[in-house]
């Protein structure tokens, strides 16, 4: 019996995903022949290219000079009349782009077979001006892929689903079923096509972030179909909006057999072992299933994992040359969950069971591991948050050890990241550090329950930058309640580049598992809704402003942030971290710091 695990688009394609690669490891550890494909790796490899741009171009074009819209009976008032939104706003945005932006395209058809090369060659990358040039060409080219399909729209960090549909399963099926609205359907035909996926017996679908919510359904739906094997969805996404789903009946009859809530470790093993007979489907632990007549069985908990015997995560399947990078950064992850989990805003920790991790000796094994098998010395650990002490003792022993590596890895500004703990984590590999600062405002940070020391804030953020570390923060803005003064003591902190090597400011977003859902109104949040039954964050009403305010102030922050640092070297990025990480280990901070660029980025328009 063959067992696949595919990650789906759409993820960062600069490294491989560690879900798919963990589970492999668990399963291949006990004798299961198991493997994993990245349809997310294939698909950017697929759609970069000249001829897939020449091709999106065309077919944008077709559809400007022959298109009517036609309603369709078959289906619901709701949906012709989206489908009649769509249509018009696709007319809009394609007609534009034929009329302003034709000189782009063709330059873009142009370079990028180029692009793509400066981001895997290493000879290529390590210059600044090309590697630049070559991220905007393909952002260009994910424009032009995404032009048949807008305004759905596909990005190097993340995936837009038509905002005309609701995240609410109707909508949601209806992509998955209709060309017209999902560049993954055709895309996943034919690769369905090109492989022969009748092989596998069981086939594990990871769902982790809402970017794959549209194309991981849409796959899930087709294997089914056209497969016999038995289709799993697991993933922190899916464990997110698990009640939902089990609400579904479709879900069990059009797009998988079993769900898995929580961590997969030992319901990928067990769910094996009943597909091979050796095991009863209600004792496989964090199953979600529907019995013959239909009823949804939820079976107990998986019992908690021992973190030091897990086996480890195997990346044999991959094609490492596919990854946008020119080597990958494998991801590591030495525990389960945040071990303070209290921030009100928050939901990353969720769908682990209890704050739990390995044993530093364990976790340099793994690392020594995987440097030994693989054969590279980029690292990102990447736990919610890894505390001080652990860090200083997994430092010592690499040290110890004579492991060279480099990594970096969330870190919360605890003060017992002392000058010597950072500087000992320097010495160790340390490049960068995510460090989540939020707001400068202490009764926004209250409110937030952030739980750490804000005295010691800038000393950490000072002692890591003195000790070689660069800094990437994170910052939260449009926390309901707060004011045009905070935000702007905010804005100043991360305009600071003595402490702030990088910004990451993201926007509040009411999650339907966060804390602060049951508290709503110490934030004046006066109701919220769903913002359909597959989403996980709420839509709401707050005293102090709403979600559009609070999203055209961040943009109005971001585009004048980013024309202030036109020049710089990763002033404002999350994903770019693997980029970020090659050029502080070839160059060094003061290089990539003191850098100014000749090449002028395109700036997003807002
Ligand atoms: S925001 Fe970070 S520190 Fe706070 S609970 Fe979430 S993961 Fe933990």
Redesign the pocket.
């Known amino acids: 019996m063959k067992i696949l695990f595919t990650a789906v688009p759409q993820w960062y394609p600069a490294s491989p995903y560690l879900a798919a690669a963990l589970l492999v490891g668990q399963l291949k550890g006990r004798g299961f022949d198991a493997e994993s494909y990245d349809f997310n790796i294939e698909f950017f490899n697929d759609i970069l290219n000249k001829d897939y741009a020449k091709k999106s171009l065309e077919d944008a074009k077709e559809f400007l000079s022959s298109a009517e819209f036609a309603c369709d009976a078959s289906f619901s008032d709701d949906i012709n009349e989206k489908r009649k939104k769509t249509f018009e706003i696709r007319k809009r945005i394609v007609g534009d782009y034929i009329k302003f932006d034709g000189e782009k395209a063709e330059r873009t058809i142009e370079k990028i077979d180029w692009a793509m090369s400066v981001i895997k060659t290493k000879e290529l990358f390590f210059d600044p001006e090309k590697l630049y040039e070559a991220k905007d060409i393909i952002n260009s080219a994910l424009d032009m892929a995404s032009l048949p399909y807008v305004p759905s729209r596909i990005m190097i960090d993340n995936f837009i689903a038509n905002p005309v549909m609701t995240y609410d399963f109707a909508d949601v099926d209806y992509q998955c079923k209709n060309a017209d609205m999902n560049m993954f359907l055709p895309y996943f035909e034919q690769k369905l096509g090109e492989k022969d996926f009748s092989v596998y017996s069981l086939i594990n679908i990871s769902i982790t972030d809402l970017s794959q919510i549209v194309p991981g359904l849409t796959l899930a739906r087709l294997l089914k179909e056209k497969t016999d094997a038995k289709i799993c969805l697991g993933g922190n996404y899916i464990y997110k909006i698990a009640p939902d789903l089990k609400k579904i009946p479709e879900i069990f009859s059009e797009y998988c057999d079993f769900f898995i809530v929580g961590d997969g470790e030992i319901a990928s093993v067990e769910l094996a072992e009943y597909m091979c007979g050796k095991r009863n489907i209600g004792d496989v632990h964090s199953l979600v299933y529907a019995d013959e007549n239909g009823n949804v069985i939820t079976n107990k908990t998986a019992p908690l994992l021992d973190m030091d015997n897990i086996y480890y995560p195997d990346f044999d399947c991959l094609d490492f040359g596919k990854y946008l990078a020119p080597e990958p950064v494998l991801p590591v992850q030495f525990g389960k969950g945040?071990?303070?989990?209290?921030?009100t805003?928050?939901?990353?920790?969720t769908g682990q069971q209890k704050f739990d991790m390995k044993s530093v000796s364990r976790a340099v094994d793994e690392v020594e591991f995987l440097v030994n098998k693989y054969g590279f010395k980029h690292f990102n650990f990447v736990d919610?948050?890894v505390p001080p002490a652990f860090y200083n003792a997994f430092a010592t022993e690499l040290i110890k050890r004579n492991l060279k590596i480099y990594y970096s890895s969330?870190v919360?500004l605890e003060k017992a990241f002392t000058a010597d703990v950072l500087q000992n984590m320097y010495n160790s590999g340390a490049r960068y550090m995510m460090w989540?600062y939020?707001s400068e405002s202490p009764r926004i940070m209250e409110l937030?329950n952030?739980?750490i020391d804000l005295s010691e804030r800038k000393r950490i953020l000072a002692d890591s930058a003195k000790a070689g570390i660069w800094n990437v923060v994170t910052f939260l803005l449009g926390f309901p309640t707060e004011t045009d003064e905070e935000l702007q003591s905010t804005i100043d902190v991360i305009y600071d580049s003595t402490i702030v090597d990088t910004c990451v400011p993201s926007n509040f977003a009411l999650k339907k598992n966060a804390i602060l859902k049951s508290k709503t109104d110490s934030v004046d949040i006066t109701e919220f809704h769903e913002n359909g039954e597959l989403h996980i964050s709420y839509k709401y009403s707050s005293l102090s402003s709403t979600m559009e305010e609070v999203k055209a102030r961040r943009n109005r922050f971001e585009k004048k942030f980013l024309e202030d640092t036109a020049d710089r070297l990763w002033p404002h990025t999350f994903t770019e971290g693997d980029y970020l990480m090659f050029y502080l280990t070839r160059y060094g901070k003061d290089y990539v710091k003191n850098y100014r660029l000749k090449y002028k980025k395109d700036i997003p328009k807002y």
């Open positions: 945040c071990y303070w989990s209290k921030c805003f928050c939901d990353f920790y919610e948050a969330f919360r989540g939020e937030m952030k739980g």
